[in-house]
């Protein structure tokens, strides 16, 4: 079993930074790719970026790209710079089963409960 703990959210105004941290715990989450996804009120969860096993292959959504930078240790971080109101969501941090990135929701197991993220104009 691997648990989820996300923390790092908060207001930000409009070209803001924040960084998100997501502390993993559990036997299954070494050597595993794990991402990002975002769930703004009434969209369903989208993915933002995700980081292979090894930690060499990286991808973005085209909406974040340049903007926002995933890295891992034991545990996810997502730096988000220059942020944009349209980035206001619910953000989860997941982690696969596998070595690979993945952008659907359905390729990742194990899930946190979200922080939320307000970018305000």
């Known amino acids: 079993q691997v648990q989820l703990v996300e923390s790092g959210g908060g207001l930000v105004q409009a070209g803001g930074s924040l960084r998100l941290s997501c502390t993993v715990s559990?036997?299954?989450?070494?050597?595993?790719?794990m991402g990002w996804f975002r769930q703004a009120p009434g969209k369903e969860r989208e993915f933002v970026a995700a980081?292979?096993?090894?930690?060499h292959v990286t991808d973005y959504a085209h909406s974040v790209k340049g903007r926002f930078t995933i890295s891992r240790d034991n545990n996810l971080y997502l730096q988000m710079n220059n942020l944009k109101p349209e980035d206001t969501a619910v953000y989860y941090c997941?982690?696969?089963?596998?070595?690979?990135?993945?952008?659907?929701?359905?390729?990742?197991?194990?899930w946190g409960q979200g922080t939320q993220v307000t970018v305000s104009s």
């Open positions: 980081i292979s096993g090894g930690g």
């Open positions: 559990g036997r299954g989450g070494v050597g595993a790719a």
């Open positions: 997941a982690v696969r089963q596998g070595q690979l990135t993945e952008r659907q929701t359905e390729k990742y197991a194990y």
